[in-house]
């Protein structure tokens, strides 16, 4: 997976790799992984999402799909 981790060091400060799986990971400090983009456009969060606000853009519906253990 192609990966973009942010740290707070200039070191660390935007690390980015690649490869051609055609995933993209998004990582912050100490190496966490944020969100995952799969090859498809999935949107994989490890951790707990919050949605909030209202709806926009002419969509009338929208399709949430939970994975893993609740």
């Known amino acids: 997976m192609s990966t973009i981790s ?4 200039s ?5 980015n790799s690649g490869d051609t799986t055609g995933a993209l990971v998004f990582k ?4 966490t992984t ?3 983009l799969d090859a498809s456009g999935n949107a ?7 949605i909030s606000g209202t709806l926009v853009g002419g969509v009338t519906t929208a ?7 609740f």
């Open 28 to 31: 912050t400090n100490t190496n």
């Open 11 to 15: 070191g660390t400060a935007l690390v």
């Open 34 to 36: 944020a969100l995952t």
């Open 44 to 50: 994989i969060f490890p951790g707990t999402v919050t």
């Open 6 to 9: 942010a740290g707070t060091t």
């Open 63 to 69: 399709k949430v799909y939970f994975m893993g253990q």
